[in-house]
């Protein structure tokens, strides 16, 4: 019947569509770049837009939180990115499987430097230099500072701290842990033995069940704590020397273009931080009468 198409004419068409398909080269749009980032946060975004602004490679993002779950290892196997980059702790922790991909990591309390670290991770630690905190804890006229950490998640960071602090006539009183549980009874020992507190982004030492701990002990012995992130001043926390995320976004993006470039990771170590700012909580400063002078 005219208008209509007969069975023939049907198959004919779509044995010719297969034809063409075959015949026209297809073009595979692989991104250099795979970001995983663990959820939409500001502080993530943030260092994304600084990654962004230094690392122009093509790049394909996944936001973990918008998935019940992700199979990371066939996502890696079928885009064959040159390097990842993971944004925040549960998009390091997924990829800790992944060992033939160059990892840069930032905004991550699990990023360790050290044996504790596979090879092919590298990226951007949230702690500051010790020597900043040096520097902060004279203008306090803090001598004695109070640290519990894990010697696998803190230790590298730790043996600088001890050889700056030393040069800088400042004593760390270090208490080690190794599972959340011990920091409680770890604290207790500071009792009459430190004059405050050092926060570090220790993901075994500092969890959300012991943070409480640590400002307990703070306010009943009236000792002032110092952090990594301004987070803490709500708490109580006397002052903080938080990371630049934006600085730390472009950090990683360094990273990315030297891996790119031919570089290994074995070549670029974990970083600290190059820009931080310091915030103080004049409330807690006022009340435990401590002495601060920016000079």
Not at 98 to 109: K, Q, T
Not at 253 to 269: E, K
């Given at each position: 019947m005219v208008g209509r198409w007969s069975e023939v004419q049907v198959l004919k068409t779509l044995l010719l569509l297969m034809l063409a398909s075959w015949l026209i080269p297809v073009?595979?749009?692989?991104?250099?770049?795979?970001?995983?980032?663990?959820?939409?946060?500001?502080?993530?975004?943030?260092?994304?837009?600084?990654?962004?602004?230094?690392?122009?490679?093509?790049?394909h993002s996944i936001v973990l939180e918008d998935y019940s779950e992700t199979d990371i290892s066939r996502i890696v196997r079928e885009e064959q990115p040159a390097v990842i980059l993971a944004i925040g702790d549960s998009a390091l922790m997924t990829l800790k499987k992944?060992?033939?991909?160059?990892?840069?990591?930032?905004?991550?309390?699990n990023l360790a430097s050290g044996n504790s670290t596979p090879a092919n991770i590298t990226g951007v630690r949230m702690t500051v230099s010790p020597e900043r905190y040096m520097n902060l804890f004279k203008a306090f006229q803090v001598r004695k500072v109070g640290i519990v950490f894990s010697q696998g998640?803190?230790?590298a960071y730790i043996k600088r701290a001890r050889q700056t602090a030393e040069r800088a006539g400042i004593n760390l009183v270090l208490r080690e842990v190794h599972n959340p549980r011990q920091t409680p009874s770890q604290?207790?020992?500071?009792?009459?033995?430190?004059?405050?507190?050092?926060?570090?982004?220790?993901?075994?030492?500092?969890?959300?069940?012991?943070?409480?701990?640590?400002?307990?002990?703070?306010?009943?012995?009236?000792?002032?704590?110092?952090?990594?992130?301004d987070v803490?001043?709500?708490?109580?926390?006397?002052?903080?020397?938080?990371?630049?995320?934006?600085?730390?976004?472009?950090?990683?993006?360094?990273?990315?273009?030297?891996?790119?470039?031919?570089?290994?990771?074995?070549?670029?170590?974990?970083?600290?931080?190059?820009?931080?700012?310091?915030?103080?909580?004049?409330?807690?400063?006022?009340?435990?009468?401590?002495?601060?002078?920016?000079?």
């Open positions: 073009q595979v749009l692989a991104a250099d770049v795979l970001i995983v980032q663990s959820s939409r946060l500001s502080g993530y975004r943030e260092a994304l837009k600084g990654f962004r602004n230094t690392c122009t490679a093509s790049s992944i060992r033939r991909v160059p990892i840069v990591s930032v905004m991550a309390l998640r803190s230790g604290l207790s020992t500071f009792r009459g033995n430190v004059d405050s507190l050092w926060l570090l982004p220790d993901a075994t030492a500092m969890t959300r069940e012991t943070v409480d701990a640590f400002f307990l002990f703070a306010m009943e012995q009236s000792k002032p704590i110092f952090a990594f992130s803490y001043l709500a708490y109580g926390a006397a002052a903080a020397l938080e990371a630049d995320r934006f600085t730390m976004g472009k950090q990683a993006g360094d990273m990315v273009n030297r891996l790119l470039g031919g570089a290994s990771t074995a070549d670029l170590p974990v970083e600290d931080p190059r820009s931080a700012s310091l915030k103080i909580n004049q409330s807690v400063i006022r009340k435990l009468g401590i002495a601060y002078s920016s000079d």
